[in-house]
């Protein structure tokens, strides 16, 4: 059994930085986030409430942070969130991940140490 994410006990991307997205993800453009959440950036783009100015806490984002969290709209979440990656959880990293843990004086998450497959077998 897989360990869990270790988002579920951070939400510091959720309350660091703004959450930006397309317009037309919005549930009145056709999309799947709800309007009720968002507010306007600009012609183009909206943002999650909440995250618009600093400090800043999505409005979806619900426990405390650092200790236990979820979002309210996993499932209707805009494309920012869901590209964005948990540190530890690709072979790349995101140093972003870790800037927004430090922010809340949360401590790095260490890289992660992948295996390297032999194509040969």
Not at 14 to 20: A, P
Not at 62 to 78: D, F
Not at 97 to 108: D, F, I, S, V
Request: hydrophobic share 30%.
């Amino acid at each position: 059994m897989a360990s869990p994410s270790p988002c579920l006990s951070c939400g510091a991307c959720c309350s660091f930085f703004r959450v930006s997205f397309y317009w037309g993800e919005a549930d009145s453009a056709g999309g799947q986030v709800p309007d009720i959440l968002t507010s306007k950036v600009n012609h183009v783009y909206s943002c999650m409430k909440g995250t618009e100015q600093r400090p800043g806490r999505c409005v979806a984002l619900l426990g405390e942070v650092g200790s236990q969290v979820r979002c309210s709209i996993y499932q209707n979440r805009p494309s920012t969130c869901r590209e964005f990656s948990c540190h530890s959880e690709t072979p790349v990293g995101n140093p972003d991940c870790n800037r927004a843990r430090a922010a809340h004086g949360l401590p790095a998450l260490p890289d992660q140490a992948w295996e390297t497959l032999d194509p040969v077998g």
